[in-house]
């Protein structure tokens, strides 16, 4: 009976050790195979699956959701070997883009990387702060914080200023235009904060590098100008020759005489000309009539904007006027310039 007993007990044994065995080499070769990305149809495989862990999810639900969204077909081994390697405590939140070809080794190491899915948004050169904030506030991969939207849940700039604690009247021209990658779950403000902090670093970096001899007195002045270079310049190699000829306006008290500052300080009234009234017209911003600077930018401006005001081509041109190619014919004189008017505006020899 005791014999029969032993030899029931190494069946027993012998059989554990096989199925042991047996799960463990499956549990290898599991780890080695790729995951399966397929469309909820089943029909074809797909070149990307996004895949979000929350903040604080445990290793059994990141496990079970796979599973559930026919990633992985076994939980129990992807929970093990996250375990056994000491990687599930390291695992970090967010969207993760997971590849054809990845194993469950992959998987969990992009897990732990943090190296989330980024998405893009461009603020362009040129914008005004409103075509910015539009575009900021139409991307769905943002999210929207309440503390700086209005009643019909668009962007508030006053809250907006306060959170930034804007020391200049008007957000106008304080967000950088670039574009920027970031992960699903950054909110509109982190956003913005972004951009913002980044063209005060560009804009001190660029006045501490300044030609000394400039008029202009300020960051803040140096932005201003910038803004109607970037409006007025649409050849990247004529931004300093522009940005020459209102600064050399500025040292002889003459107004800039700039027809975007006329079409920024007409707002929504703006249909698509400058009239002779719209000329005569006195607003802030129209500098055929104010002299100096208008109070605040009239665009987002490049960096190659801001540089060119803050070294400025030293030629002796006072006037330009589009020559219909998309650059610009300078003149050093009122005479000079009539001349290039009748010629490219009034198509007049």
């Known amino acids: 009976m005791i014999k029969k ?4 007990i190494a069946l027993i044994i012998i059989i554990s050790c096989f199925a042991a ?3 463990w080499n499956e549990y290898k070769v ?3 195979q790729p995951i399966k990305l397929v469309d909820s149809d089943q029909s074809k495989n ?3 699956y996004l895949f979000t862990i929350k903040k604080g999810e445990l290793i059994r639900n990141i496990a079970n959701n796979l599973h559930d969204q026919a990633i992985i077909t076994h939980p129990g081994y992807f929970r093990l070997y996250a375990r056994l390697s ?3 405590v390291k695992i970090k939140a967010g969207e993760y883009s997971l590849k054809p070809g990845m194993t469950i080794v992959d998987v969990i190491d992009l897990f732990i990387s943090g190296k989330v899915n980024q998405y893009a948004l461009t603020i362009v050169d040129g914008w005004t702060v409103k075509e910015a904030l539009n575009a900021i506030t139409s991307e769905s991969n943002l999210m929207r914080s309440s503390n700086i939207v209005d009643q019909n849940n668009k962007i508030d700039t006053d809250k ?7 020391k200049e009247i008007s957000l106008e021209g304080l967000l950088y235009p670039d574009t920027y990658h970031f992960p699903r779950g950054t909110s509109d403000f982190q956003f913005i904060k972004r951009a913002y902090d980044q063209m005060h670093k560009i804009l001190a970096e660029e006045w501490d590098k300044r030609d000394k001899n400039t008029p202009l007195k300020s960051p803040y002045e140096a932005l201003i100008l910038a803004s109607i270079v970037e409006k007025e310049s649409g050849v990247s190699s004529e931004r300093s020759k522009v940005a020459g000829v209102f600064i050399r306006r500025l040292l002889k008290k003459m107004r800039l005489q700039s027809d975007p500052t006329i079409i920024y300080g007409m ?12 000329i005569n017209e006195k607003t802030a911003y129209n500098t055929y009539q104010i002299s ?3 109070p605040t930018p009239i665009a987002i401006p490049g960096r190659e904007a801001i540089h060119a005001v803050l070294h400025p081509d030293n030629g002796k041109s006072l006037y330009f006027v589009a020559d219909g190619s998309g650059g610009h014919k300078f003149s050093n004189n009122l005479k000079d310039h009539n001349r290039a008017v009748r010629k490219y505006i009034l198509k007049k020899k």
């Not at 907006?160 to 804007?166: P, S």
């Open 267 to 278: 707002g929504e009234r703006y249909k698509g000309n400058i009239r002779r009234r719209d």
């Open 160 to 166: 907006l200023k306060k959170l930034l604690n804007l």
């Open 21 to 23: 065995g047996w799960y």
């Open 292 to 294: 100096g600077l208008p």
């Open 5 to 8: 007993f032993f030899k029931l």
């Open 86 to 88: 000491k990687k599930a």
């Open 30 to 32: 599991y780890l080695t």
């Open 46 to 48: 797909k070149t990307e």
